[in-house]
């Protein structure tokens, strides 16, 4: 177990009580074919997570991260074990009702952002609502309130070409946030940006967590991680350590 | 529900954005749906223009009259068959009108001989050749099929004194008079001068092939003096309701042989013709534009549609990672599907719509430029192009609309 070192940056860091069960998983393992060898890329995970956390997932490359965050966000469904998400056990949902889960209850941030290119903020942002079969007054609205939420009710209109990186990141955590998920998950959020601009990522992280969000971040950086609660260390495709940060 | 139609808005809006992009690209693509859906409403345009042409080319002969005849509106192979049929006079006519009075709720309402006979004709210094003169009892008034412009036809008296009276065709009266009153003018037919009494309205050419309007409708009597008595005759027998043609010409043909005196066994020695056999001919050239048009159509929809469907595998290759994106952001497999289906189909309706109009420029420059040529475009066209495309659309792009639907996220998300 090594205890992460205490952030001597951050003097207020008040810590929301646990809410309810969101996430918790069981036994959870992935096997990836590759012709005639087998990937383990999880190898029995064991993880509850609840409302009001702010988590950070880490660990060296190839330790199973992104796979871990791809089935924690019902993009991917384990080879083996069980995943209740709000009690509802997606281990065995099909596509279409994992792009529901997706749709309602999980907001991601990538480390490219994705955001669609030929679209404005306003429009990246009302891509979920759209999804969500929103009619277009309500969207817009609740678009532009998740975008002056972070900060950019003057870029709303700008194409992601027209916008820097953090700007971009932004429109893209806005656009997680828009549809009220249940958990963000962002998966190293600042992977593309200057450490600069990756500490006011960071620091919107922490205001969207005192806002009453719960956070997952995927990063394999310390200063990054540190500014979550709780960090889990994974190696190999098992979690190594998961402790309460101070 | 109306998330179906949130997600139609977003799918015609991202097709259209991805058009715009890949304009020089997309035009390409669409050429071969351009060139099919121009192949398809030409060929439409042509049909059209051919019926339409017919319709009143029949309307010409008298969509109610009955025409008999020694020969009939066909080419016959045998013809020593008919060579030797006694010639149709006119005591044919009076007896078969007998007939039809004598005959309870008869079909037929009346018989008219008509004669007819190419000349040339005169008018102080203006010469025309090739005029047909027609010469008729004043029972013409009841089967002409053109109206009257100007003045009158010949009545009874006229008709049966022979009078050298006539009524000219449109094209007559513009050639010989040309720029003034036909009317009480005198016309030189084969050196006996007639008095105009009458101008027909313009009927137009009788399928492209001669013109109705050139033509000099006289007394038959007076065409008799000049031309002498055993001049070849038709009957035109006029029906009373058109509906029951076939009857009608049942009841004709039992009606001449009478006049004939036809023994049972003798076969007809007359033709009963009827407007119906042109469509016989007309029909194999229809379905010769029809074949070569649909060929063309066929052809160029396929490369066209082969066109899309590449097209559309590459526009998914290139989107996968945003294919990715928008699964993560809740997209489901249909709402993917139907995106690629939709830009699938925009770039057809496009061509489609290049097409149509197109085809709508040929259509009017053909009517400008060469008005003998049949074209006639119609709203049908507009539709059938647009389900053309639409179905071209759906065809090409559905496997790769597929394909798109149902990539994994995880690795759509991971591919650069
Ligand atoms: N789609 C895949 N096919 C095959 N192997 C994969 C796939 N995704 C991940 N892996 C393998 O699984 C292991 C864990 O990968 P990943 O979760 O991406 O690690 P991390 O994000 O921690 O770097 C690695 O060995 C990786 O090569
Ligand atoms: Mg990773």
Redesign the interface.
Same mark, same amino acid.
């Given at each position: 177990m090594t205890a992460p070192a205490a952030p001597a940056a951050h003097i207020h860091r008040p810590t929301r009580p646990p809410g309810a069960l969101v996430i918790e998983i069981e036994g959870v393992t992935k096997l990836y074919k590759m012709g005639a060898e087998i990937i383990h890329a999880l190898r029995g995970v064991q993880l509850t997570i609840r409302r009001n956390e702010y988590l950070a997932i880490m660990g060296p490359s190839g330790s199973g991260k992104s796979t871990l965050m791809n089935m924690l966000g019902c993009l991917d469904t384990p080879t083996d074990g069980r995943y209740d998400f709000n009690g509802k056990n997606v281990a065995h949902m099909v596509d279409d009702e994992l792009a529901e889960i997706r749709n309602r209850e999980i907001g991601f941030v990538f480390q490219t952002f994705n955001l669609l290119p030929r679209s404005d903020a306003l429009h990246n942002v009302e891509l979920p609502l759209i999804y969500a079969g929103m009619s277009p007054s309500a969207r817009r609205e609740r678009a532009l309130a998740a975008l002056s939420n972070v900060g950019l009710a003057d870029r709303i209109h700008h194409k992601p070409n027209e916008l820097s990186g953090g700007q971009r990141q932004r429109v893209a955590i806005a656009r997680a946030l828009v549809n009220n998920p249940s958990i963000i998950l962002a998966d190293e959020p600042t992977g593309n940006l200057d450490s600069k601009t990756g500490e006011e990522i960071m620091a919107l992280f922490e205001q969207l967590y005192d806002q009453g969000q719960t956070i997952i971040v995927v990063t394999h950086e310390e200063d990054i991680a540190r500014h979550a609660r709780r960090i889990v260390r994974l190696r190999d495709g098992l979690i190594e350590s998961d402790a309460r940060v101070h | 529900m +109306?998330?179906t139609i949130? %997600?139609f808005t %977003?799918s015609f809006r991202i097709a259209f *954005? *991805?058009i715009r992009?890949n304009a020089m690209r997309s035009v390409l693509t669409a050429l071969g749906v351009i060139i099919g859906i121009v192949a398809v409403t030409l060929m439409g345009t042509a049909i059209n223009g051919i019926n339409i042409g017919f319709q009143n080319s029949l309307a010409m002969l008298g969509e109610d009259i009955l025409y008999v005849q020694r020969w009939p509106w066909r080419n016959v192979d045998d013809w020593w068959n008919y060579i030797n049929r006694p010639a149709i006079r006119i005591e044919h006519a009076e007896k078969l009108n007998r007939i039809i009075e004598s005959t309870p709720n008869s079909l037929l309402e009346v018989a008219v001989p008509v004669a007819g006979r190419g000349s040339s004709v005169k008018s102080g210094d203006i010469k025309l050749s090739g005029v047909t003169i027609i010469g008729s009892t004043s029972d013409y008034s009841r089967i002409v099929t053109a109206d009257i412009a100007e003045g009158r036809l010949y009545n009874d008296i006229e008709a049966n004194a022979g009078r050298q009276v006539c009524v000219l065709g449109s094209s007559v009266a513009e050639t010989l008079f040309p720029g003034r009153p036909a009317l009480d003018q005198v016309v030189d037919i084969r050196g006996q001068h007639f008095t105009v009494i009458g101008v027909l309205a313009k009927q137009g050419e009788f399928l492209g092939l001669f013109s109705f309007d050139n033509q000099i409708v006289v007394p038959l009597a007076a065409l008799r003096k000049y031309w002498g008595s055993r001049i070849d005759l038709q009957l035109r027998v006029k029906v009373k309701d058109k509906t029951k043609l076939m009857q009608a010409e049942e009841e004709l043909q039992g009606a001449m042989r009478r006049v004939r005196s036809q023994l049972p066994a003798e076969r007809d020695n007359f033709s009963i013709n009827q407007q119906q056999a042109f469509k016989a001919q007309l029909d194999p050239v229809k379905s010769g534009i029809a074949i070569a048009g649909l060929f063309i159509t066929g052809l160029a929809l396929f490369v066209g549609a082969i066109g899309i469907m590449n097209i559309t595998f590459v526009s998914v290759k290139e989107r996968t &990672? %945003?294919i $990715? +994106?928008? &699964?993560? =952001? $809740?997209?489901?497999?249909? +709402?993917i599907l139907l995106q690629f289906l939709i830009e699938a189909v925009s770039i057809c309706l496009i061509g489609g719509v290049v097409g149509l109009a197109l085809t709508f420029g040929i259509a009017v420059g053909i009517r400008e430029k060469l008005p003998a040529l049949p074209v006639e475009f119609s709203g049908s066209l507009i539709f059938i192009s647009m389900a053309v495309s639409i179905i071209t659309g759906i065809v090409s792009g559905f496997l790769p609309a597929l394909g798109a639907s149902r990539l994994?996220?995880?690795v759509a =998300?991971r591919y650069e």
């Open positions: - | +109306t998330r949130y %997600e %977003e *954005q *991805q992009a &990672k %945003e $990715g +994106t928008r &699964k993560a =952001l $809740g997209a489901r497999r249909r +709402t994994d996220p995880v =998300l």
